[in-house]
């Protein structure tokens, strides 16, 4: 085995997406949908009343950033976690190139 290389000892398992990752997904789509009202609202009444569409891009960027990327953080950290069944330990092969199992020993 080469060092610092991981092989899945069961490579045809089928698992579902777990649902950290649908939590998170679905953050970042509702993140982006609240930063669109965000934005018009500065737009419509910050940011020069009555004219459409003057809004600096890097406000827009930076909203539209900090609105996704906190509501898939804050959904992903607030879904369950997935507890596995018997989960086996990945071998990896330390610096003089014996195997060892990953994890505490």
Known sequence: MTTGTRTDPLPNRTTKTE???WA???GGTA???VASVILWA???YVFTPGTEGDMPWQITGAVQLACTAGLAWLAGRRAR???RAAEVPLPLADDSGNER???PQ
């Open 42 to 44: 500065l737009d419509a």
């Open 24 to 26: 998170a997904t679905g």
């Open 101 to 103: 199992l990953a994890g």
């Open 31 to 33: 993140g982006y949908v």
């Open 19 to 21: 649902p950290k990752v």
């Open 81 to 83: 976690h997935q507890y």
